[in-house]
């Protein structure tokens, strides 16, 4: 007689505890039910559909099963399934138990869960009595059969574990004496070593003078590709045991990813970092704790500056020259009108905003008037008189 499974793939009631299949391990096609898919409780019809048994089983395995599924009315949602063993290979409760309902990848639609129980069977973990008598019977016969056989290749091995044992000991006797003279080699070596105070070894120390001669130098590698920053070169502790840097250091810094790279000299645990220290740039620049102090292409020596409308006074050119962020501008002309640009210096030795400053203008006496440079490098003066000769001289950071 088949039990009679009625299940909604609306789900309303989330599992039938009442619905229940029970088999024993081993048990081969014997347990079929007849199933009623309905949806909302009206038949759902099943033509064109593909149906499918799963489940998790007490093991934690999975069975997905369509072979047992026989169709028995499509358009009322009517088949049986008959469980295939593999479902009640494993004692327990099965722990997820449906139908599926399928068709292609487009669409699938379940059922709610129903008990399904494995039983366990007399055999599996159990041993027949009488085989196994009967087996050991048998193998004890076969066992008196061979007992001579057996003493004497005990003997045998008795004998042969005498002889291997005495060679396992002769040959440790030598091992031991070949262990005393390579010790001995290696200690004799060692002394060589610390006579000639060489360091052999990453960790060692040097407690003497170490002295190059004149064509000798100390080469340290740097990583020289896409990697971290890094920093190598010579760097001070405190005492021996120090593991990091804590005093300073000089050497070279180098970017992650072959980025920026410059020469450092710093006091502290990072003297590598540019606001702590002495940083030298390839291009001939140079910074002291972020600041700059001095760059080839920025300072320069005295440079003379044209002028207009005016007469240069000889021996005294008008110039100007920079040392880090000071410009100086020095000379003297004649005739100059009054607020009318008579130079103009370049770009890079322009101050900030215009600036003022005191200048001596001779013109039969001497006079005070003022001599202003333009933030756009422009230069005039004001106050003087005509024929005077004036003498400039100025100084501004940039």
């Not at 220290?277 to 320069?300: M, Q, V, Y």
Request: overall charge neutral.
């Amino acid at each position: 007689m088949k039990t009679t499974f009625v299940l909604d793939i609306q789900k309303d009631k989330y599992e039938y505890t009442s619905l229940i299949v029970t088999g024993r391990m081993g048990d081969l096609e014997s347990n079929t039910v007849d199933v009623y898919i309905k949806k909302g409780g009206e038949p759902y019809p099943l033509t064109n559909l593909m149906v499918f048994y799963e489940c998790v089983k007490p093991d934690d395995t999975v069975v997905r099963d369509k072979e047992g599924v026989n169709i028995i009315d499509a358009a009322k949602g009517h088949f049986t399934y008959t469980f295939p063993a593999e479902v009640f290979s494993a004692p327990g409760q099965v722990k997820r138990s449906f139908f599926s309902i399928e068709k292609d990848k487009t669409f699938r639609a379940t059922t709610q869960d129903f008990l399904v129980i494995s039983l366990h069977d007399a055999l599996t973990g159990h041993i027949e009595s009488e085989t196994y008598i009967s087996e050991f019977d048998k193998a004890l016969e076969m066992v008196k059969g061979h007992r001579k056989e057996i003493d004497e290749a005990n003997k045998k091995i008795a004998e042969l574990t005498l002889y291997i044992q005495k060679k396992v000991d002769e040959t440790d006797t030598k091992f031991r004496g070949v262990i005393g003279q390579i010790q001995l080699r290696v200690d004799g070596v060692s002394k060589q070593i610390d006579a000639m105070d060489v360091v052999k070894k990453s960790g060692d120390i040097i407690t003497g003078l170490l002295r190059f001669n004149s064509l000798g130098q100390m080469l340290i590698t740097q990583p020289d590709s896409a990697t971290g920053p890094s920093a190598r070169g010579l760097h001070y502790v405190d005492k021996d045991t120090d593991g990091n840097v804590n005093r300073g250091g000089i050497g070279r810094f180098k970017g992650a990813n072959n980025g920026e790279e410059y020469l450092y000299m710093g006091f502290g645990t990072n003297p590598w970092d540019p606001q702590s220290g002495l940083i030298f740039r390839p291009d001939g620049s140079a910074t002291l704790k972020g600041k700059k102090i001095a760059t080839a292409d920025n300072d320069t020596g005295w440079t003379n500056l044209k002028t207009t409308g005016v007469e240069n006074v000889p021996d005294r050119p008008l110039k100007y020259k920079k040392t880090g962020g000071l410009v100086t501008v020095m000379g003297s002309i004649r005739n100059p009108k009054n607020v009318v640009n008579f130079a103009t210096l370049p770009e890079g030795f322009r101050p900030p905003q215009d600036v003022a400053f005191s200048v001596v203008i001779i013109s039969g006496s001497t006079a005070a008037g003022e001599f202003t440079i333009q933030k756009g490098g422009g230069l005039f003066v004001s106050g003087a008189p005509a024929n005077a000769t004036c003498h400039l001289v100025a100084s501004y950071v940039v």
